[in-house]
Each structure stands twice: as structure tokens, then as C-alpha cells.
């Protein structure tokens, strides 16, 4: 199942609940403009097919305490399908990484590493970040500001 398999009720569908997940079936099925069955049939079916991954409250990592974003850029000693996968094995079990993508530019992978202040991130780059397998060196970008950051994207 793939964009072009959505129509606009699914569309409207994905929109709602990306912007409110604990929405009723009921009153989803009211905004979207159909009856609360069908409804209920197509989201077990985009559900069920992955469209929806799951549901989840979306933290103040600010009122956490997390204020501190830092970019990091990595680059490997290897590229090879055996170290990348290390690599996205050991990231995936480290908690202050956010976010990792394996990238096409000048370096392999960008994390995003959120910690309480700069001396909890230089503990993370020293003891977690440069001791992941296949690391060469690494480039830090401190965010001073979130623009834009609550992951919703336009389905339609």
C-alpha cells in the first residue's frame, strides 16, 4: 500500500490523526464525512498494512529537561552492508539519539542527539557516539532554536 492507494477519505483519515490521535471513531468518522463503520474497516486497514505505525503522546522534551539538540554528522571507516548494519544495531540502543539517517553527501549518517545541556551531550559523544562501530569522525552542530519540529507531514 503506497500514496497512490489512498483516496481522500483515507487521506483525511491519516491528516486527523496525525494532528490528533486520541480522536474517537466516532468523531472521526463525522469530520471525515462517513459513517462510523467504514470508518472503523479502513483504519484496521491502514493499520494493518503499516500506513499507521501506532499511536503515541508526543512529549515536551523542554518540561523533560531536554533542551540541548545537537547534529551530529558521521562518518564511516566502511560502508559496507555488515557495518552499517553495526552500526544501525549499536544507534538504535542508545536513547539520547533521536533520529539517524544513513545519508548520500559528503558523510554517512546524521543523528540528532537531544540531552539535558552540553556536558550530558560531550558524555554521549565521548562514551556512545565515537565508540560506535565504524566510526570515523564526527561533526557536531548545536541548535540554538526549534523551528519546526512536530514530525506532521501533508498526506494529501
Known amino acids: 500500500m503506497d500514496g497512490d492507494d489512498f483516496d481522500r477519505f483515507d487521506q483525511a483519515i491519516l491528516t486527523t490523526l496525525a494532528e490528533e490521535g486520541r480522536i474517537s471513531i466516532t468523531e472521526l468518522a463525522r469530520r471525515i464525512g462517513l459513517s462510523k463503520s467504514p470508518t472503523q474497516a479502513r483504519l484496521r486497514r491502514l493499520e494493518e498494512n503499516g500506513v499507521i505505525r501506532g499511536y503515541r503522546a508526543i512529549l515536551d522534551p523542554i518540561r523533560l529537561g531536554l533542551d540541548h539538540v545537537a547534529f551530529v554528522e558521521i562518518k564511516m571507516t566502511d560502508t559496507g ?3 552499517l ?12 539519539i533521536e533520529q539517524a ?5 559528503n558523510f554517512d549518517y546524521l543523528l540528532k ?7 550530558s551531550y560531550r558524555l554521549v559523544l ?19 532554536e526549534a523551528v519546526k519540529e512536530d514530525g506532521l507531514a501533508d498526506v494529501t
Open 85 to 96: 548494519a553495526a552500526f544501525n544495531d549499536a544507534v538504535a540502543r542508545i536513547p539520547e
Open 81 to 83: 552492508e555488515r557495518s
Open 126 to 144: 565521548a562514551e556512545k557516539i565515537s565508540t560506535l562501530p565504524g566510526v570515523s569522525s564526527t561533526s557536531t552542530y548545536v541548535a540554538m
Open 101 to 105: 539517517h544513513l545519508i548520500a553527501g
Open 113 to 119: 542527539v537531544r540531552t539535558a545541556d552540553m556536558r
